[in-house]
T-cell receptor, first 113, second 114 residues
């Protein structure tokens, strides 16, 4: 157990729907990062939050949004889902903005049918 | 634009031999490099890292080498064990504004044959 908790582990939904992925960071970690891993692809950075504030954006689609709550858990919202959004979504956390490695959760596998 | 490239999607090695995983990068602003290991159904786990001011870092059976002039790094595993079979991701870090981000390669599937 890495200390980073992601729910749900698996999600199957239809095109056009909206889903919310949840992440609880490791205790004491203030930064949360979201990554997407599609088939045969590396980990694509989506977005970072630090202590409730958005800090950096990567290749995140406009249909996707995220937020970090006062208790530091984060949610990634995916809307108007398309088949191509099927992927593994990982959350990672680190103690601050300067880091020497993230701690990853075990991911949420999203399947859009 | 892939800033971090792992050109070998897969590698098979005999148990007890050396595994060498390679990674190339293009962004000269990267100043910290990491390797992650990922087993199926699990998230990536940190393995070893190296700062750009060094050219080698060793941790047990794992050694990472950095060649800044060639923008190349490699991970050596000696001796390789069947439990090392996993996907290995190379990652590079750069400071962007006030935030530090990791850019990952596409991964190399290592299979260690008994």
């Amino acid at each position: 157990d890495s200390g980073v908790t992601q729910t749900p582990k698996h999600l199957i939904t239809a095109t056009g729907q909206r889903v919310t992925l949840r992440c609880s960071p490791r205790s004491g970690d203030l930064s949360v990062y979201w990554y997407q891993q599609s088939l045969d692809q590396g980990l694509q950075f989506l977005i970072q939050y630090y202590n409730g504030e958005e800090r950096a954006k990567g290749n995140i689609l406009e249909r996707f949004s995220a937020q970090q709550f006062p208790d530091l858990h984060s949610e990634l919202n995916l809307s108007s889902l398309e088949l191509g959004d099927s992927a593994l979504y990982f959350c990672a956390s680190s103690v601050g903005q300067v880091f020497y490695g993230y701690t990853f959760g075990s991911g949420t596998r999203l399947t859009v049918v | 634009d892939q800033q971090v490239k792992q050109n070998s999607p897969s590698l098979s090695v005999q148990e007890g031999r050396i595994s060498i995983l390679n990674c190339d990068y293009t962004n000269s602003m990267f100043d910290y490099f990491l390797w992650y290991k990922k087993y199926p159904a699990e998230g990536p786990t940190f393995l070893i890292s190296i700062s750009s001011i060094k050219d080698k870092n060793e941790d047990g059976r794992f050694t990472v080498f950095l060649n800044k002039s060639a923008k190349h790094l490699s991970l050596h595993i000696v001796p390789s064990q069947p439990g090392d079979s996993a996907v290995y991701f190379c990652a590079a870090s750069a400071l962007r504004g006030s935030a530090r981000q990791l850019t990952f390669g596409s991964g190399t599937q290592l299979t260690v044959l008994p």
